[in-house]
Nanobody, 125 residues
Framework: QVQLVESGGGLVQAGGSLKLSCVAS??????????VGWFRQAAGKEREGVSC????????YYEDSVKGRFTISVDKAKNTLWLQMNSVQPEDTAVYYC????????????????WGPGTQVTVST
């Protein structure tokens, strides 16, 4: 059983930065999946994938709208995932979630029990 808990969200001005964290626990066992990633859901919209990082070779995927602005990183020993968000824009406002992924982060492929509570990011103009 994997549990994921996100933190680090908040209110930030457009153009500012924010760093999200996600701690994963798996009943004492280390994570052993292909990848972990970030997803987001804006009010009234479907959940979408933002970024995914491979736990085998460290390669990362970014959704087009965040390329060059967001950076994903992971510390497998600490079972911790981060998302550094720079140059944030109002359209980045959403609840951000972390979960498992495989290359392209597809929320439809994530089992319901693998979603954490999320963390709210609000970007003001």
């Amino acid at each position: 059983q994997v549990q994921l808990v996100e933190s680090g969200g908040g209110l930030v001005q457009a153009g500012g930065s924010l760093k999200l964290s996600c701690v994963a626990s798996a009943s004492g066992a280390p994570l052993d999946y292909y990848g972990v990633g970030w997803f987001r859901q804006a009010a009234g919209k479907e959940r979408e994938g933002v970024s995914c990082i491979s736990l085998t070779d460290g390669s990362a995927y970014y959704e087009d709208s965040v390329k060059g602005r967001f950076t994903i990183s992971v510390d497998k020993a600490k079972n911790t995932l981060w998302l550094q968000m720079n140059s944030v824009q109002p359209e980045d406002t959403a609840v951000y979630y972390c979960s498992l992924c495989d290359g392209v982060p597809d929320p439809k492929r994530v089992a319901p029990e693998l979603w954490g509570p999320g963390t709210q990011v609000t970007v003001s103009t």
